[in-house]
């Protein structure tokens, strides 16, 4: 079983507008709603390839009671093992705009999380750790979680012997990172927060100076750069792919771990990660990913690269 | 008891934001909930005068579920004659620029209603009428209402010697202003549509010899226009007043409804709803009515105009 981990769950809803103009009033033409948080999307795409998995978290309100039931619903449906909180899970709102394709973004901020139900977390946690073959701790916190969480969950992992991939930003990415995870994927906006540098190769190394075992930057339409104990790639679909990036980067995580478990080689994971996160990007829905396209695109990633090219010796490999 | 009917009731959700910019992402500061909905507006403030208050239309899917539970916690709570319905009731969602005050509206369009939903509405509205004083037919009508619905609605509550008020906009304004109700609420906009006149009083005149008994435009900073059997009057603050105008017609609807079960002559019913108008423009958090602005301006509101200045002899009068 894989456990996916997002302390600040959400329910997703898209609008589609005709144009968003501020200080108007607009007539939505479509709604859609879906359980949200990095690592519920990161579970909803390892059930589609195939893989068990488990949810853990917190969910609250009613906002958190139509997450579960949606969930509970969703094909191939993750295990719920969401811990409840009194407060209520947060939204977030996609507004698309049907003229240009943009969209713009609205996120609550999420549930005050008490320190009896960050206890109540950290039981479900350590009780989830031993059935698990890999961790994804991701995104954002909510209000009352203490900023160092991600730090903790990474060492209770470690000293588990489960294989933990991070995926944050920010302060907790930071003080994550020093907890030494075996993964971390930012994007080049959270790396550069990380290092300071704007330089992706030269990022890359520093996080992994940092801590991280490996780390894999998602570099938008230039694919991934992954820098490990075994190598240094790139990965890149033949051309760039215009859609929708929402949850390109959550797809990501979903084929470095399903890679990771299936003990495929580096460039295995990081093509089967660069074509999901290609195929999320091309698919119609927001966060989804088309199977015709993945399977399409997972032929045609370019790796580049080589084994070995990395310091050796920094660490275990798995 | 007063009953309002709000067919496509809402949940409205406010956010504040720093600054709202099209295409980018944003951490909304602060979410406030309520239950919403012209007519549940309107009863709020009439529960806020003193006035026993029923509110009928439909509510579904655990948006609706919520409304009602909110509904039932507020201070003067009307009664609950909600039917229920399917489908999801829908969400309003207004994001506040904390830069400029400003308010950006996004509306969903609301549950498609079945026939069989819709023949237990007209059901329960038929049982509601015998005890009520007076009726307020509120806001847009949700996928599967007939246009014509509000013109129904007028003539069963005339025929059951029922007062109506109708608070609409197009078709349904147009269909149902046919149906000759006691009292219309249009804004300058609403009107003008009606009509196709800009002109305000050349336009109320016009929508009363469509069949409206009285009509009281709203014409935003201008005050009040009045055109009724008795007379026509012209009522405003002393002065133009700053804030969020979000509610301030639900709050005139309000004004006159209660006047006209408390048999005010016109001056005065105009002279409360243009002081609850004010006072809800004036209230810090949009759609509620400040009280204390609200006593104050009711004193300073001027009304002019004269009775009998309109044609007499066009229908009863109450």
Redesign the interface.
């Known amino acids: 079983m894989i456990l996916t981990v997002t302390l600040n769950t959400a329910l997703d809803?898209t609008?589609r507008?005709r144009s968003?103009?501020?200080?108007?009033?607009?007539?939505?033409?479509e709604?859609a709603e879906r359980p949200g948080g990095k690592g519920l999307n990161v579970a909803r795409v390892l059930a589609a390839l195939g893989h068990e998995v488990t949810v853990t978290g917190f969910a609250g309100g009613?906002t958190g009671?139509?997450l579960r039931a949606m969930l509970a619903e969703a094909p191939g449906a993750p295990a719920d093992a969401l811990v409840p909180v009194s407060g209520a899970t947060r939204?977030t709102?996609a507004?698309v705009?049907e003229r240009?394709g943009?969209?713009?973004?609205?996120?609550?901020?999420g549930p005050q999380i008490s320190p009896a139900e960050w206890a109540a977390f950290l039981g479900r946690y350590q009780e989830l750790l031993p059935g698990a073959s890999a961790v994804a701790l991701c995104g954002s916190l909510p209000p009352g979680v203490p900023v160092g969480a991600y730090a903790g969950l990474v060492r209770a992992a470690r000293s588990a012997g489960v294989p933990v991939l991070l995926d944050t930003s920010g302060e907790p990415l930071r003080r994550g990172v020093a907890a030494r995870p075996d993964v971390i994927k930012p994007n080049t906006e959270e790396l550069a927060e990380l290092t300071g540098s704007h330089e992706p190769l030269r990022a890359t190394q520093d996080a992994r100076r940092r801590g991280a075992h490996a780390v894999v930057a998602s570099l938008g339409a230039d694919g991934l750069l992954a820098v490990t104990p075994e190598g240094h790639w790139r990965a890149a679909p033949p051309a760039p792919v215009h859609g929708n990036p929402t949850g390109a980067g959550d797809s990501a995580v979903a084929g470095l771990l399903s890679g990771l478990v299936e003990r495929l080689p580096w460039p295995d994971r990081l093509a089967r990660a660069a074509a999901l996160s290609a195929a999320t990007v091309r698919a119609p829905a927001a966060g989804e990913f088309d199977h015709a396209a993945y399977t399409e695109l997972l032929g045609r990633v370019r790796v580049t690269g080589a084994a070995g090219a990395a310091q050796a010796g920094s660490g275990p490999s798995w």
Do not use: C, F, G, K
């Open positions: 809803i609008y507008v968003l103009r501020p200080h108007a009033s607009h007539r939505v033409s709604v009613h009671a139509v939204r709102v507004v705009d240009t943009d969209t713009t973004q609205l996120n609550e901020p």
